[in-house]
């Protein structure tokens, strides 16, 4: 960490923070600024990255390949001091297909993508509808809850515990070992290592449990996966099995949360969905990710890049900016306001290139469930503490405490 991290910013252009508490809160305005000023920032805060903002730069960026690389380029900003790195252990990408670079990066995502097909998430659906209702049972009757905590929180990593076939009685640890990873351990190296190392230990005892005792699940089914006729080794499958509890959480109960949020202090988009039809229901789930967009990755340049008026040097840290480019006025109209029936929204909320979205399906079925489901029961909610509302920012941004009564 450096001595400048904790001041006020000057310049966006050339001082970015993305742990500024502003721009954690509402970051739409810096990019607003970097767009019209730059359009690419770079800040030497937290080890130094680059921020693009436009949605074609974005788009390019993520399509650079060899140029730019996926292969650990550690968390979002934030340099990991030799201390706090493990040796690498034979085989095993912490994350892949998110974490590699092609050819690991293609082979690992070809066998994880029929695992995401809408019909391969069928089961997830209806599981997904039971648990929602379920949640909601717990707390209709005290007229209001926290709906980050209690609902959206609750979601995604029941859903995905059902699919990998781990038991669903753990979720509080896995938020514990995901929020340690993703949101406290991008600025705590030491706390980004204990839960990695939580996670990675854990897969392992499953993976070996699965080919002891093969089930129908998903780990098992990655313990059968062939590819060039050979099996998945054992840890690549615990890597795979890693970055999905990490991708399939923290995103998905953002994206949720966001939804509510928005929906808590729009009166007119809340009574509107309220009575939606299964097309406005489409279009609305759409525009909530583009406008509320969560997921922020990160590149590290491997070879010169000119670009928009940078110039990306070999080491350099790029910041991935899927929301800032789902915020760009060239490509969406108004884009700053939430239009729950655009038609034009071709957002990239999942990422572009070789690296989007491997859990989409799942992703968007949960929300639009989860949603539904929410209206379906409490159509009519507001927020009961807008000072108490907290967001998590960085990587995976989303609302941490939303507390809500339910009624007018
Ligand atoms: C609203 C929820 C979600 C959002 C916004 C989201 C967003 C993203 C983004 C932006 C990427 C691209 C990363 C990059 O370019 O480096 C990505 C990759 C990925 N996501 Fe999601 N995600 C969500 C939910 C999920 C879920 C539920 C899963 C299920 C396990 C999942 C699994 C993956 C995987 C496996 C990759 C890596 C694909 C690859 O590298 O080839 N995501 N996601």
């Known amino acids: 960490m450096t001595d400048t991290e904790h001041c006020p910013v000057s310049d966006l252009s050339t001082d970015y923070d993305i742990f500024d508490p502003d721009y954690v809160h509402d970051p739409v305005p810096a990019w607003s600024e970097i767009r019209e000023a730059c359009p690419i920032a770079h800040t030497d805060r937290w080890g130094g990255s680059w921020l693009p903002t436009r949605y074609d730069d974005v788009q390019a960026l993520a399509k650079m390949v060899p140029e730019l690389s996926s292969a650990n380029p550690g968390?979002?900003?934030?340099?990991?001091?030799?201390?706090?790195?493990?040796?690498?252990?034979?085989?095993?990408?912490?994350?892949?297909?998110?974490?590699a670079d092609p050819p690991e990066q293609t082979w690992t995502r070809k066998a994880l993508l029929p695992h995401f097909t809408p019909k391969a998430i069928a089961p997830q659906h209806e599981y997904t509808q039971k648990l929602c209702h379920e949640l909601i049972d717990g707390f209709i009757d005290n007229g209001g809850c926290d709906a980050a905590v209690d609902y959206a929180q609750q979601i995604p990593p029941r859903v995905i515990a059902h699919k990998l076939g781990v038991d669903g009685s753990r979720v509080d640890e896995f938020i514990e070992w995901v929020r340690g990873v993703l949101e406290l351990g991008l600025t705590d190296p030491a706390t980004r290592l204990k839960y990695g190392d939580t996670i990675h230990d854990f897969f392992k005892a499953e993976v070996q449990d699965r080919r002891a005792d093969p089930r129908d699940d998903l780990i098992t089914a990655l313990c059968n996966t062939e590819v060039d006729g050979?099996?998945?080794?054992?840890?690549?499958?615990?890597?795979?099995?890693?970055?999905?509890?990490?991708?399939?959480i923290d995103t998905t109960w953002s994206s949720i949360g966001s939804a509510l949020w928005h929906f808590a202090g729009h009166e007119d988009d809340r009574r509107r969905m309220a009575g939606a039809d299964d097309d406005l229901w489409g279009t609305a789930v759409e525009e909530l990710l583009r406008a509320y967009s969560p997921v922020t990755m990160a590149r590290t340049v491997m070879e010169p890049v000119e670009i928009s008026g940078a110039s990306l040097q070999p080491g350099d840290k790029v910041l991935m900016n899927f929301p800032g480019a789902n915020h760009d006025p060239e490509v969406f109209e108004d884009p700053d306001t939430v239009i729950l029936d655009r038609q034009r929204n071709r957002h990239i909320a999942f990422g572009a290139g070789i690296h989007r979205c491997a859990g989409s399906n799942l992703a968007r079925m949960e929300m639009e469930v989860a949603l539904r489901t929410w209206f379906e029961r409490i159509p009519e909610f507001t927020l009961s503490a807008p000072d108490e509302v907290t967001w998590a920012g960085g990587q995976v941004r989303g609302p941490r405490i939303l507390p809500v009564t339910f009624g007018v």
Request: glycine share 10%.
């Open 75 to 99: 968390p979002i900003v934030v340099n990991i001091p030799e201390e706090f790195r493990r040796p690498e252990r034979e085989g095993y990408n912490g994350a892949a297909p998110i974490s």
């Open 230 to 248: 050979q099996l998945l080794p054992d840890p690549v499958i615990v890597g795979m099995c890693n970055l999905q509890l990490v991708a399939g």
